[in-house]
């Protein structure tokens, strides 16, 4: 009795999840205000639709980095694995594809392709780190060359264009933002999901928090750590067939500029490289607060030297009051504690 | 029912490092103590009982069948429960999802099996209750809690699991007194209550109160097996560090018992 009542008296309910969450929003709201106030046209359709399809292409990178990093890792070659997918589906679709009717069929099976590419790159990158125990950060470094090399080759030095009405249709039409954001939508909620609602979400978590932890609790850590790298894989596979039916080309070099601020986003978003934590919702703003400067200073006119350069700030400005934040919480439950 | 659990012959050596050696030791019912100095082999004795480590030779015995533990999941399929030396909790993961960490409780939706939230808060809530450290609130992360709050929350896993067998090692070591006298007087119950338990220990005033059993372990070896009543606190320093040489003066009974 008198337990239990010790156990409900300190039962205060902290919204731990939401508080790092809420300083970003605030962070974007300022940006979205800002240039509101400062670019013309900012709140124009034509401008939120281009902030919304380019944050788009490369948060589908970001999803995974943010598995990936959450679990302590990372993956440099999310955009190699765009490039790769999107260049084989765009080669598959100019010869398969000869001109005639909006080719639905060839279209289709060019996604598919591409997300089973992504896929099976992403499990590449897992099981090579899972069972050679190789640090991430080289293995997929590696890869990295390894992919964009595999797309040079296969598309023989030159972009491919000329592909399938039903391909622009997805990439440049659809109701309201378009299928792109649509589509990109629809993993956000995916993934999201199955970070907070599966068992495998929730061991991306503990493995980023303590991973003796995780393997004395009898998880399969192998399985776990391929399941990740392949779900980035995943993620960056819809990527290469997105971006390749947006800007109607596929190109070996695609998603180049992405690999940054697709990894910028995740930390932005409040996913430290540590691991452990972060959130879907917070890459989400944080890829949003990216797409927001970029644009903003393509309105004002002002060099893209410089967006890279407040891409950068922002990145190390969030980091640090994460930091801040941090210390703040543990020193507040230490004072708690001794109450 | 042969409920008896012991290891045989256990050997077990890290790169070099000879870390147990020829290890007997059949652990009766009630609390058995290990004692010894540091690097005496207890924790690689406790990983090798919970599935965490494996034996080089020797062979583990549980309800009277020989048994290879190859994994913690098998270990928890016999019943044996682990409270290890650094706790093995996930910082960033709240109480309850540490409770369950690899035993969630799910719910299928549309074939999908789903974390089950609710499910696995009231079933903590009386365990959390339990140990007896008062707790705040069961969806804080791990990492805001004090020494003996994180000790209750590994304590609440192990008992949440209802061991035939519990493995404790150094479980009182971060405790203040208030909650070491918790601490213990939560073990007392289950050992009561006929669970098995094996402690590691440094607290030897606390073996001699607590323990029904007591094996000193020296360099990967058993050195002594007595009873509390039949020893003393300088005694058993003297099995640790050696100045106290064989079985043989310790426990004449003990070897009469056991060849
Ligand atoms: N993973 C490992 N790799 C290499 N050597 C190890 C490993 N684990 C333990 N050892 C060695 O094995 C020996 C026994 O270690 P163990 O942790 O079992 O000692 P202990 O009795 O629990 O000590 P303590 O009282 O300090 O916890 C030590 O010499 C230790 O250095
Ligand atoms: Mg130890």
């Known amino acids: 009795m008198d337990q239990n009542t010790s156990v409900r008296h300190s039962g205060r309910k902290f919204q731990w999840a939401l508080r790092g969450r809420v300083t970003i929003l605030f962070v974007l709201v300022l940006f979205v205000v800002f240039f509101g106030v400062t670019a013309r046209g900012f709140f124009t359709k034509i401008s939120l639709e281009n902030i919304m399809v380019s944050t788009a292409l490369f948060l589908l990178l970001s999803l995974g980095e943010t598995y990936v990093m959450i679990s302590g890792g990372i993956d440099l070659s999310v955009s190699s694995m765009l490039a790769l997918s999107g260049m084989v589906s765009g080669v598959y679709i100019s010869s398969t594809y000869h001109g005639t009717g909006p080719a639905i069929g060839i279209t289709l099976i060019a996604l598919a392709l591409s997300l089973v590419l992504g896929l099976a790159g992403g499990t590449f990158n897992g099981l090579i780190i899972a069972n050679l125990k190789l640090n991430p950060l080289i293995v997929t470094l590696g890869t990295w060359g390894v992919f964009y090399g595999g797309a040079e080759l296969i598309a023989n030095g030159s972009p491919v264009g000329n592909l399938t009405p039903f391909s622009y249709v997805l990439g440049n039409g659809g109701p309201l933002v378009g299928w792109v954001v649509w589509i990109t939508l629809a993993f956000v909620i995916a993934y999201a999901w199955i970070a907070r609602r599966t068992r495998f979400g929730r061991y991306i978590f503990a493995v980023g928090a303590n991973r003796e932890a995780v393997r004395r609790a009898g998880v399969n850590l192998k399985r776990q750590s391929v399941g990740v790298y392949a779900l980035a894989g995943l993620g960056a596979g819809a990527a290469g067939f997105l971006s390749m039916a947006h800007f109607q080309t596929a190109s070996p070099v695609a998603g180049s500029d992405y690999l940054l601020i697709a990894v910028a986003a995740v930390i932005i978003g409040g996913t430290p490289l540590t691991g452990g934590e972060g959130s879907i919702w917070g890459t989400v703003v944080g890829a949003l607060i990216i797409s927001v400067l970029e644009n903003g200073f393509v309105m004002l006119n002002i060099s893209a030297f410089w967006q890279l350069v407040a891409v950068g700030l922002t990145t190390i400005l969030a980091v640090y009051f994460d930091e801040i934040q941090r210390h703040f919480q543990i020193a507040q439950a230490a004072r708690r504690n001794t109450a | ?259």
Request: proline share 4%.
């Open chain 2, 1 to 259: 029912m042969d409920e008896q659990f012991s290891v045989r012959q256990i050997a077990k050596s890290y790169a070099g490092v000879q870390a147990l050696q020829d290890v007997t030791i059949d652990f009766a019912s009630g609390l058995t103590a290990i004692v010894g100095d540091n690097g005496a082999g207890k924790s690689t004795l406790m990983k090798i009982l919970s599935g965490v480590e494996h034996p080089d030779r020797g062979t583990i015995v549980h309800n009277g069948q020989s048994v290879t533990i190859d994994n913690p999941v098998i270990a928890r399929k016999l019943g044996i429960e682990s409270l290890y030396q650094d706790l093995a909790l996930a910082d960033t993961l709240n109480v309850i999802e540490n409770m369950f960490l690899g035993r969630e409780i799910v719910t299928r939706r549309f074939g999908i099996p789903v974390l089950d939230e609710r499910a696995m808060a009231q079933a903590a809530g009386d365990t959390l209750a339990r140990v007896r450290i008062g707790l705040p609130h069961p969806k804080t992360p791990v990492r805001y809690l004090s020494g003996g709050q994180r000790q209750a929350v590994a304590l609440a896993r192990a008992l949440y699991f209802k061991a035939q067998v519990l493995l404790l090692d150094e479980p009182t070591a971060a405790l203040g007194p208030k909650e070491t006298s918790a601490f213990t007087s939560v073990i007392k119950e289950l050992v009561d209550s006929g669970t098995r338990v094996v402690m590691v220990t440094h607290n030897i005033p606390q073996v001699i109160e607590m323990a029904d059993s007591i094996v000193v372990m020296r360099a990967g070896r058993i050195v002594a097996r007595v009873a509390p009543q039949d020893t003393s606190e300088q005694q058993l320093l003297a099995f640790m560090v050696g100045s106290q040489e064989t079985i043989e003066e310790a426990s004449p009974q003990w070897i009469k018992t056991h060849q």
